[in-house]
């Protein structure tokens, strides 16, 4: 290959050195700096948008690779993921996507954990990445495949400048078992700029694209590039073969798969995906993906800590240090975090944030084992990823300090256990193979997950290090037994199993080809209406119900309207229920349908239930029901969802970004960005502007407008990754309180929520916290329950310092306050309070213990003195001293040194009289423990009657019992045993 001078095209292959590449095990690693590389990967990656711009595409920005408002995925792993809904048919027609005809990008990917995983792979080889640039382009409904195959060539040869000689282009062959025949229209494109022997049939698996089990699909056309050139490679496409490599994939979306298998889709879609790491692999001469422009900042960080020497490139078994690979995976890893934390991700133990911490974990394992860098390097490699890609994400920098802070308290959590983990399994390595065995048990394996935080796949990659294997399966049955219990307790919640009725592109493109239009679901917004519609499809769960099939009682069927009153779930507002009454021509009432679920899909709104009475079809005339009374406890949560959030950012700062809300009925739930738990300050103060807002009855209003106006609005809000149909609804309160994009159902005026409690401040996740506030009656219970304790509080504290168990009362009050439903802020004031009286009952307790050990001391000392007089040699005694067991020890230093010679036992209650705790103590000198009498057994045989337990020395001893109803039985018993054992006068 030589670089392009002057006009002069890159990758020409008429001269023999233009095979520069070959397969090794080591990759070129000279990479010049960046202000010598031509196609910068910042080049590539704006030279390919502004081609597909200049060709008519809108340049649709990346979204999130952490899809927050997409359950379904992990993580965004391919260009697609964000146009799913036009793919599917589900686009809200007011949605700006639901404008879009041609679309292009460079979207975040992160393919790590789920159904596509590279995170094994990473480091390994010079081309598996978790995090990577996806190079997109979409037609939806527009230009097919002449367009597409023509755009990519020309891209290619003509602005990129790649040799055409080097490309070859497959198609589906076809595929009898599917009923489709090859791809010959793709085939007869190519051919317009390819030779017949590089324009190569491939089988399904290679070239037949699907995004599930069922959904959109069909069959997709490749572009192959050969590194090496001057030769035949087509037997070396799709053939792993590593200087043969796929770059461009065009996808030729025109199939629907069902239940039945595939169909014609009504609008056909073009998705075609390359990869930025590759293309800018193959544009700098590069043979691998780690030597472009964009690792080699990383690169030179890492041996700044690197005690092993700096990357060489180096694969495989020639990489027999694994040095190389480890600056690969910890290169890679660096920026899959850096991306996804700016996006909103955190690491926790659970799905997306689960595989965050794998990774961060598994780059900090590499750096501090294998590079033998210290604890820490791994953070000091965000900033340069910022600085790399800050330029094309400016979220990276906007970012950056939230991405520091949780890198480095990830980073320093888990090398707190790494030393120990590593010490483990060195261990276990050497045992096993001085066992001549192989494998790492699934115990062993769990050890390391449960107990040193080693995800399964980190113990996995350092077996096969050590040419060890690991009991996989016997660690998954243990991890299974474990997540059993909370499986058991989700399944429990779910309703009844029933299936889940759901609308996706063959149904949403049927309804519009039946001339059904979206549902008309502005009355929504009005209030205790019963709104008059008609049935226009009746969808169960083998399809719609068609030829005047009726649903009848007992069916579970959803029922698309014409109008429908009905909010339908959206904006974390739950949906509204109710009933739809099925009426007569003449008006009458015929049968009912209580409504559970209501989704919209495409702008029909889908309103799912069972048939409670009579039966319904299609035409029918019904009339909504909605449960008004419901919805009124829910619009008040929704309203003050907003006033909470502008008051967050008011306290807190304008860092505040929504991460999530749930509005029903009986709560609401605000999820919001912040480093660390709120204090009480900060509660009271988020409480009491929320409660201003009510008390200064402010009005809610709404507003449609265009999107661009909205955004233009000084302080609107909206959250962060959610997609807003255009126009938009604007909601405010007050008159500077709230502006929001919103299209919830709302109250008029602040006032009708009546109260507000703000119950809850806890953790989500690193730097995501939740707080759960209530409304209307709920808080008003709060609030007097609230007062209740403070009255009880307030009593306490008007309590002398000496009242009898003070102490104890408070720690009752604590524990009853710790179980009340009441405001948040109130409880922390309110356990404030209360440690601080019971504070002052313990200090009044030890300055009253004090005096009475003083007065019990005097008293031993007398009746020691009296029992030598008589000559006695053991005594034993009833001591108030509040069974303390440090005054039990001057008590019985007391005893040694007035009677060295002397066998003494204190029996000691709690409190005098009160049948409750007892404390048993004493000692025996060695001249009476040769006579037989042992302290443990001492104590042991004096607290038997009241079921205590004690032990000890020989010498010396002590135990207790809960409970005491008979002190003098605890006396007789400890003389009894002492004369049985000596003989001797005891009293």
Not at 291 to 299: E, G, T
Not at 412 to 438: C, H, N, P, Y
Request: net charge negative.
């Amino acid at each position: 290959m030589s670089r392009r001078v002057g006009g002069v095209p890159l990758f020409m292959s008429s001269t023999s050195d233009s095979g520069s590449s070959s397969s090794s095990s080591s990759s070129s690693s000279s990479t010049p700096p960046v202000e010598d590389i031509e196609w910068t990967v910042d080049k590539v990656r704006s030279t390919f948008v502004d081609f597909f711009v200049e060709k008519d595409h809108t340049y649709h920005p990346s979204s999130a690779c952490a899809p927050l408002n997409d359950p379904t995925l992990l993580f965004t792993n391919a260009g697609m993921n964000q146009f799913k809904s036009i793919f599917l048919g589900q686009t809200d027609p007011n949605s700006p996507l639901s404008k879009l005809t041609r679309a292009t990008n460079s979207q975040k990917c992160i393919r790590a954990g789920g159904k596509h995983n590279d995170l094994d792979d990473v480091g390994r080889d010079t081309y598996h990445h978790t995090f990577f640039e996806m190079l997109g382009t979409w037609s939806f409904g527009d230009y097919f495949k002449k367009e597409a195959i023509d755009y990519a060539w020309e891209l290619l040869t003509q602005v990129y400048h790649i040799d055409p000689n080097r490309l070859y282009a497959t198609y589906f062959e076809g595929d009898p078992s599917l009923g489709l025949e090859p791809d010959e229209e793709a085939r007869q494109f190519w051919l317009k700029h390819l030779p017949e022997e590089r324009v190569i049939a491939c089988n399904a698996e290679d070239n037949f694209w699907e995004m599930g089990d069922t959904g959109p699909c069909g069959p997709c056309s490749e572009l192959h590039y050969d590194r090496i050139g001057n030769r035949d490679a087509s037997a070396l496409v799709n053939a792993d073969d590593p200087n043969l490599i796929e770059i461009w994939n065009i996808v030729f979306i025109q199939y629907n798969r069902d239940e039945t298998g595939l169909s014609t889709l009504p609008a056909q879609h073009i998705d075609t995906g390359m990869g930025l790491e590759r293309l800018a692999s193959l544009l700098q001469n590069k043979s691998s993906n780690y030597d472009i422009d964009a690792f080699q900042p990383l690169f030179q960080k890492m041996a700044e800590h690197s005690k092993v020497g700096p990357y060489t490139g180096l694969v495989g078994a020639d990489d027999m240090t694994l040095k190389d690979t480890a600056y690969r995976a910890i290169a890679d890893h660096a920026r899959a975090l850096s991306f996804a934390l700016a996006d909103g991700a955190v690491p926790n133990n659970e799905g997306r944030g689960y595989v965050l911490r794998r990774i961060l974990r598994r780059a900090t394992r590499y750096g501090q084992q294998i590079l033998k860098a210290d604890p820490g390097f791994f953070a000091t490699l965000i900033p340069v990823v910022v600085d790399t890609f800050g330029g094309a994400y400016p979220e990276l920098v906007k970012q950056q300090d939230v991405i520091l802070e949780i890198v480095e308290d990830e980073e320093k959590a888990f090398s707190v256990m790494l030393d120990r983990g590593i010490k483990f399994f060195t261990d276990l390595e050497g045992e096993l193979k001085g066992k001549k065995q192989s494998t790492v048990t699934a115990d062993k394996a769990f050890f390391l997950y449960d107990t040193l935080g080693f995800p399964i796949d980190l113990t996995v990659l350092m077996a096969e290090e050590a040419g060890l294997e690991v009991d996989h399966a016997g660690f998954e049955r243990e991890l299974e037994a474990q997540k059993q219990r909370s499986r058991d307790a989700r399944n429990a919640a779910r309703s009844g199993g029933a299936q889940r009725l759901e609308l996706i592109a063959e149904q949403t493109s049927w309804l519009a080809d039946q001339a059904i239009v979206p549902t008309d679901d502005n009355p929504k917004y009005k209030w205790d209406v019963e709104t008059m519609s008609s049935v226009q499809a009746i969808f169960g769960t083998e399809g719609f119900l068609i030829d005047g099939t009726k649903a009848s009682k007992g069916d579970r069927v959803g029922l698309i309207l014409d109008k429908s009153a009905f909010y339908g779930e959206a904006g974390g507002q739950e949906a509204d229920i109710g009933s739809i009454a099925f009426l007569s021509e003449d008006g009458e009432r015929t049968g009912a349908f209580t409504v559970t679920e209501v989704q919209a899909y495409a702008g029909f709104l889908l309103h799912s239930g069972v048939v409670e009475e009579g039966s319904v079809e299609v035409g029918a005339s019904v009339k909504c029901l909605v449960d008004y009374e419901r919805r009124r406890d829910v619009a008040p949560n929704h309203s003050m969802t907003h006033v909470l959030n502008a008051a967050l950012r008011q306290v807190l700062g304008d860092a505040v970004e929504q991460r999530g809300s749930l509005c029903n009925d009986e709560k609401l739930r605000f999820d919001f960005s912040h480093k660390k738990a709120m204090n009480v300050k900060q509660l009271r103060e988020t409480e009491d502007i929320c409660k201003a807002a009510i008390a200064e009855a402010q009005t809610v209003t709404s507003k449609v407008m265009p999107l661009e106006e909205a955004k233009a609005i000084d302080g609107v809000r909206a959250v962060f990754g959610e997609v807003y149909p255009d126009p938009v609804r604007v909601v405010t309160v007050g008159s500077d309180t709230s502006v929001e994009f919103c299209g919830g159902t709302h109250v008029d005026n602040t006032a009708e929520a009546q109260a507000f409690a703000l119950v809850e401040e806890t953790a989500v996740a690193k730097g995501i916290r939740r707080i759960t506030a209530v409304t209307k009656n709920v808080a008003i219970k709060a609030i007097e329950e609230g007062a209740k304790f403070e009255s009880m509080v307030a009593e306490a504290e008007g309590l002398s310092a000496d009242s009898p168990g003070l102490d104890k009362k408070a720690g009752a009050l604590r524990k009853e306050l710790d179980a009340a439903f009441v405001s948040a802020p109130l409880k922390a004031d309110l356990r404030a309070k209360i440690e601080v009286i019971q504070k002052k009952g313990i200090e009044a307790n030890k300055a009253a213990l004090a005096q009475r050990v003083d007065k019990c001391l005097n008293g031993v000392k007398e009746e020691v003195e009296a029992a030598m007089a008589e000559s006695k040699r053991v005594l034993v005694l009833n001591v108030d001293i509040g069974a303390d067991s440090k005054a039990s020890q001057k008590v019985m230093n007391a005893v040694k040194k007035t009677a060295p010679d002397m066998a003494f036992m204190g029996i000691s209650e709690e409190e005098m009289g009160s049948g409750g705790k007892v404390m048993a103590f004493c000692i025996v000198p060695d001249a009476i423990l040769g006579d037989g009498l042992n302290a443990n057994e001492w104590v042991k045989a004096a607290l038997e009657s009241c079921g205590g337990r004690g032990g000890g020395k020989p010498g010396s001893a002590q135990g207790q019992a809960g409970e005491c109803s008979d002190i003098e039985a605890v006396l007789a018993e400890a003389n009894s045993f002492a004369t049985e054992k000596l003989g001797a006068i005891t009293s």
